[in-house]
């Protein structure tokens, strides 16, 4: 019993970290992103441009969990292996997402956002792959969002959003699943391409 007790704060600080990691996933930020600029004059020129996004960028990963239990080549490796179909999916949205934007001629708002993820995703492929260093999706996928609801909404998402990501951060190392570096560069990636598209497209 006394055992028990001892272990119950750690418990409940894993448990913490867990919730976070769960409600700072990239669908469920690109979900919340693309919601929040529903109430933003001018950013959607259709409410077909929200629901391609939210399908494209939020919808189409999520399939990942799913599809992972059921092909082989990433069934039997676990973890790596729904880590590799995500990343897999997340480039599949993002492509057709952008393809969306082109063929339909989408506001440059919102063309900027599905740009932004396209070459975010690919990016940390490269890094990935190329570099073999284990840069953070969980990490870009939570900080594009968030710097994108700081530049369009303004001082108080950006307030909010580095506590969140400091949140995220926490939990990320405290878990093991990242380094702080390999948290910080994830991270860093789509701040930049999110600059490179506001310069290029705004």
Known sequence: MEKAQMLSPKKA???LAKIIRIITVP??????VFTA??????????????????AFIALLPITAYP??????????????GQRALAFVMCTLGYILGVA???????????????????????????????FR???SGHACGLMGPLAALAYFIGPFALISGLFLFAAAFWSSVYMKRH??????????????????????IL
């Open 179 to 200: 380094t702080a570096a390999q948290f910080a560069v994830g991270a860093a990636i789509p701040v930049a391409w999110l600059i490179v598209c506001i310069v290029l």
């Open 133 to 135: 260093f284990k840069a």
């Open 27 to 32: 669908p469920i930020m690109a979900l919340t």
């Open 13 to 15: 600080t894993w448990r």
């Open 37 to 54: 600029f529903l109430f933003m004059d001018g950013f959607y020129t259709s409410i077909w441009e929200y629901v391609a996004a939210v």
């Open 67 to 80: 599809l992972q239990l059921v092909i082989p080549p990433f069934k039997s490796r676990g973890r790596e």
């Open 100 to 130: 969306y934007g082109l063929l339909f001629s989408v506001g440059r708002p919102i063309f900027t956002m599905l740009l932004t993820y396209l070459l975010s995703g690919v990016t940390l492929l490269a890094v990935n792959l190329v």
